[in-house]
């Protein structure tokens, strides 16, 4: 049930500082990798989130509270896992 969350660098900066180290969602965004690419020219900076449905739930709670802006791309995530059966 992996759930990947892609989410922009200041975004990613912001949630980590501002969820408790102990937490679950924590642990996933320490685990984040680093990602560049570019789409149609857009260039994308960021990290890439792999977490459980209760970590994304945590983050989801997180970015809603400290980076509002970043709920859709989590919430995006989300319905991708369940799309493609993984929850």
Same mark, same amino acid.
């Given at each position: ?8 660098? #200041? ?5 980590? $500082? ?6 679950? !969602?924590?642990?996933?965004? @320490?685990? =984040? ?7 149609? #020219? ?5 990290? $890439? ?6 970590? !994304?739930?945590?983050?989801? @709670?997180? =970015? ?24």
């Amino acid at each position: 049930m992996e759930i990947i969350i892609k989410i922009a660098t #200041g975004h990613y900066e912001r949630l980590r $500082s501002r969820i408790p180290g102990e937490s679950p !969602a924590h642990q996933a965004l @320490e685990r =984040a990798t680093r990602i560049d690419y570019s789409v149609d #020219g857009v260039l994308f900076e960021g990290y $890439s989130v792999s977490c459980d449905d209760t970590q !994304a739930g945590l983050i989801r @709670e997180a =970015a809603e509270r400290y980076c509002p802006v970043a709920v859709l791309e989590i919430d995006k995530a989300i319905r991708h896992a369940r799309d493609r059966g993984a929850l």
